[in-house]
């Protein structure tokens, strides 16, 4: 059955949270186990299974696709155009179908199950909306567990960490305004591409000077300036990110660039507009949780290292104790490409993952 739900899933991908082909989907499903079935927010499916216990675990699982032409010729291939689930969020549901299946056929557990069907991760992030809701204070929800997909660790094998494991994100962007005038007579111009150079190299210069035992990232991708090759350059453009873990370091970098700046402008007689984009948090894994669980599932694997992108199952973890897991595809294939594709093999893997947190826990 998980590789029919997968399968199935894979070829009606939605965007963000506009999600009503999958939502019924899910819901189809569901209204033939012993669970009450909510809509939270507008696409979402919460499923509750009582077993009259004092509190409930919840399990949550990602429903969107993204805007990504597939390119696999593969029978199960997306069927809407400009858009596929090129990031596992098909396996993530077809895991928790296949849980479900299992908790209806338990006669107790320890817990009460709190699944949660969720639009909207990839953009704006539905986490939040979801918590918004009140739904976890309602069911007592004292621990929340997610998982994805991931390409670089062996193919089956479940990993996590304690505390940092996913980055807190935020976009740069940032416009120089300087003088066009021709190169020919240059000091009649105020050169903005100079300016652009002289901000990029300052912040990596300070970047640097970060303790690089800190887990963070400062990088600029973007960067467009002048018109044609014998004119100063009146504009430029820069587009970045940043990632970090700390959110007094991450504060602390957004004003440090708001500082530099000031500098250039001072310096180069520019004028620069400084815009922050800021994502989703940090994903803090609880560390009790997970030594825990460490303890009491053994075939769960030690991340050494954090990655260093972002995941709004944070929203989550920032309301109750939660632990985010990888579930290694090992394919090597890259999140967001238009040939992610995986074994379904795998998936029986979360399932498991998720019956032993809920008896082992």
């Known amino acids: 059955m998980l590789k029919e739900y997968r399968q199935e899933l894979h070829q009606i991908p939605e965007l963000e949270l506009e999600l009503p082909e999958t939502q019924s989907y899910i819901q189809q499903h569901l209204r033939a186990y012993r669970c009450e079935l909510f809509e939270p927010i507008p696409s979402s499916v919460v499923a509750y299974f009582d077993f009259g216990k004092k509190d409930t675990f919840a399990f949550r699982s990602d429903m969107d696709a993204l805007p990504v032409q597939e390119q696999n010729d593969v029978p199960y291939k997306s069927k809407h155009p400009g858009c596929m689930h090129a990031c596992g969020h098909d396996g993530h549901m077809a895991i928790l179908l296949g849980f479900a ?73 940032v416009d120089i305004e300087g003088k066009t005038s021709h190169v020919a007579k240059a000091e009649e111009g105020i050169d903005a591409m100079v300016a652009g150079a002289h901000f990029l190299l300052r912040c990596y210069e300070y970047e640097k000077s970060i303790d690089p035992q800190i887990h963070r990232l400062l990088k600029f991708g973007l960067m467009r300036s002048g018109v044609v090759c014998n004119s100063i350059s009146g504009h430029t453009h820069m587009e970045g990110t940043m990632r970090v873990f700390d959110p007094i370091l991450f504060k602390e970098i957004q004003t440090k660039i708001r500082r530099i700046a000031h500098e250039i402008e001072q310096e180069e007689k520019v004028k620069i507009q400084v815009q922050f984009k800021n994502g ?37 973890q920032q309301a109750i104790p939660g632990v985010f897991f990888f579930l290694g595809t090992g394919t090597g294939i890259p999140l967001h490409s238009d040939h992610w594709d995986f074994d379904e093999d795998i998936l029986i893997h979360g399932v498991q993952l998720y019956q032993d947190l809920i008896q082992c826990l």
Do not use: C
């Open 101 to 173: 299946q299992w908790v209806n056929a338990q006669a107790d557990l320890a817990h009460n199950v709190l699944l949660v069907f969720q639009p909207g991760e990839e953009s704006p992030g539905g986490a939040q909306l979801i918590v918004d809701t009140g739904i976890f204070k309602k069911f007592h929800v004292t621990s929340i567990f997610g998982l994805h997909l991931w390409p670089s660790i062996d193919k089956g094998q479940v990993a996590t960490r304690p505390k940092g494991q996913l980055a807190q994100s935020s976009e740069i962007h």
């Open 280 to 316: 989703y948090p940090a994903v803090i894994n609880d560390e009790a949780l997970v030594n825990q669980i460490y303890h009491q599932i053994p075939s769960v694997h030690r991340l050494e290292h954090p990655e260093m992108i972002a995941e709004d199952f944070a929203y989550y």
